[in-house]
């Protein structure tokens, strides 16, 4: 029971909130997610994490693409500056930034996701097992 009332307060933040949550905090909700796919309590809220884990690896997903999209927009806008001008440096650096950024949610958010869909491809529950490995291929 104590399982499932802890978990809503998770489930509310990665359904509603995952948006606003500090870049500091979000590998603690994917770590947090996590666990709770994996506990062996209460099988619902396995499911239901596990979906959980295919919403935050979306919403990942289409970060990186909006960070790599505004970088490329920044080196087009930038990039053909011939004069060297302090506004092409600018569009420079933000694309590096960009890019930089996208790298470090791609290494520090999505590869521990991805790890725990994994590890819960094995797990010895058929429905958990069949659900992680889903959420694997899918995403």
Do not use: H
Request: charged fraction near 15%; aromatic fraction near 8%; include cysteine.
């Amino acid at each position: 029971m104590l399982v499932g009332q802890a978990f809503q307060s998770v489930q509310f933040i990665a359904q509603d909130y995952l948006g606003t949550v500090p870049e500091g905090v979000l590998v603690e909700c994917v770590r947090m997610t996590a666990a709770y796919a994996a506990q062996p309590v209460d099988i619902n809220t396995s499911l239901t994490a596990i979906g959980l884990l295919w919403n935050m690896a979306d919403f990942f997903g289409r970060t990186i693409t909006g960070l790599l999209r505004a970088a490329d927009g920044n080196t087009a806008e930038g990039g053909g500056d011939p004069s060297g001008s302090a506004v092409g440096a600018a569009a420079a650096r933000a694309a590096t930034g960009g890019e930089k950024k996208a790298a470090l949610i791609a290494e520090v958010l999505l590869l521990p996701l991805f790890t725990s869909l994994q590890q819960l491809c094995s797990d010895q529950r058929p429905e958990v097992r069949a659900f992680g490995c889903v959420g694997y291929a899918e995403v």
